[in-house]
């Protein structure tokens, strides 16, 4: 697959003419974030980041999605941080949809670009700086580590969309595939960020109702999308956010692709907490 595109916000205000109705929608089950809401009175500036500016899609929520939070970062020239996580039992996934940053770890530096992917172990004591002449944006998906007796925390990983090619779904023709970052089958991680790909006509043929909450950013294309008992059209720059067990199908109705970055939580036995 080529020519991928990655949808960026870069903020601004709707003009003093602009209606008011739009396709925002907050439910007991899912919520739909377009992109027209994210503009400069929404962001949020971060403690030790400088020159940097973050659109908050998603963060805990009691009785709703309760596992991660999920930013879009938006680092200018010169900017970044030293001290970026806060909290050290937290991991996090960092995927570039445009400019350029240098993340160093352990005292190497890996310069991502746009389908660049970074897995963050927790404790790890990464920092981030945009060296470039512009501004780059990316997603930064944080959670915390479950760690469980007699497995270690996974290691850093540093890849790019570019150099995995996707895997088919079964039986699908080729309509509906799945780029990982990591082994699904490597317990160590707790989380998945992926990238789902729909060509012009594909689907998700029936209503998944699981265990797993997810945030999905659509990336490029268009596509309606099956939301507990909702059709909702969503587009290139929107983000949903859907609790456990809210049923979701999709379809991609074209002319393009339909391409998101999907989080969601696996891999760890419920929690008892009334035992």
Same mark, same amino acid.
């Given at each position: 697959?080529?020519?991928?595109?990655?949808?960026?916000?870069?903020?601004?205000?709707?003009?003093?003419?602009?209606?008011?109705t739009?396709?925002?929608?907050?439910?007991?089950?899912?919520?739909v974030?377009?992109?027209?809401?994210?503009?400069?009175?929404?962001?949020s500036?971060?403690?030790?980041?400088?020159?940097?500016?973050?659109?908050?899609?998603?963060?805990?929520?009691?009785?709703?999605?309760?596992?991660?939070?999920?930013?879009?970062?938006?680092?200018?020239?010169?900017?970044?941080?030293? @001290?970026?996580?806060?909290?050290?039992?937290?991991?996090?996934?960092?995927?570039?949809?445009?400019?350029?940053?240098?993340?160093?770890?352990?005292?190497?530096?890996?310069?991502?670009t746009?389908?660049?992917?970074a897995?963050?172990?927790?404790?790890?004591?990464?920092?981030?700086?945009?060296?470039s002449?512009?501004?780059?944006?990316?997603?930064?998906?944080?959670?915390?580590?479950?760690?469980?007796?007699?497995?270690?925390?996974?290691?850093?990983?540093?890849?790019?969309?570019?150099?995995?090619?996707?895997?088919?779904?079964?039986?699908?023709?080729?309509?509906?595939?799945?780029?990982?970052?990591?082994?699904?089958?490597?317990?160590?991680?707790?989380?998945?960020?992926?990238?789902?790909?729909?060509?012009?006509?594909?689907?998700?043929?029936?209503?998944?109702?699981?265990v797993?909450?997810?945030?999905?950013?659509?990336?490029?294309?268009?596509a309606?999308?099956?939301?507990?008992?909702?059709?909702?059209?969503?587009?290139?720059?929107d983000?949903?956010?859907?609790?456990?067990?809210?049923? @979701?199908?999709?379809?991609?109705?074209?002319?393009?692709?339909?391409?998101?970055?999907?989080?969601?939580?696996?891999?760890?036995?419920?929690?008892?907490?009334?035992?």
């Amino acid at each position: 697959m080529t020519d991928r595109s990655y949808y960026a916000p870069t903020g601004g205000l709707p003009p003093q003419t602009a209606i008011h109705t739009g396709r925002a929608v907050f439910t007991d089950a899912y919520a739909v974030i377009p992109k027209g809401v994210m503009s400069d009175i929404v962001t949020s500036f971060l403690p030790f980041w400088e020159k940097t500016r973050a659109w908050i899609l998603a963060r805990p929520l009691s009785g709703f999605a309760e596992t991660f939070s999920q930013y879009i970062m938006e680092v200018l020239p010169g900017g970044g941080s030293d @001290q970026p996580e806060p909290e050290a039992d937290a991991e996090g996934v960092l995927f570039v949809v445009e400019g350029e940053v240098t993340v160093t770890l352990d005292g190497e530096r890996h310069v991502l670009t746009p389908g660049g992917y970074a897995y963050l172990p927790p404790a790890s004591g990464w920092t981030l700086k945009n060296e470039s002449g512009a501004a780059t944006r990316f997603h930064w998906v944080r959670k915390a580590y479950e760690f469980v007796e007699g497995l270690d925390a996974p290691d850093a990983l540093f890849l790019n969309e570019n150099d995995i090619a996707p895997t088919p779904m079964p039986d699908t023709n080729d309509a509906w595939a799945t780029t990982r970052f990591v082994d699904p089958a490597d317990l160590r991680h707790d989380m998945h960020v992926t990238i789902v790909t729909f060509e012009p006509g594909g689907l998700i043929p029936f209503e998944e109702t699981h265990v797993m909450e997810h945030g999905l950013y659509v990336l490029e294309g268009k596509a309606v999308y099956k939301l507990n008992k909702d059709w909702v059209e969503v587009e290139a720059g929107d983000f949903m956010w859907l609790r456990a067990f809210c049923p @979701q199908a999709c379809y991609a109705g074209g002319p393009g692709r339909f391409r998101y970055l999907l989080y969601k939580d696996v891999n760890r036995h419920a929690k008892l907490a009334f035992r």
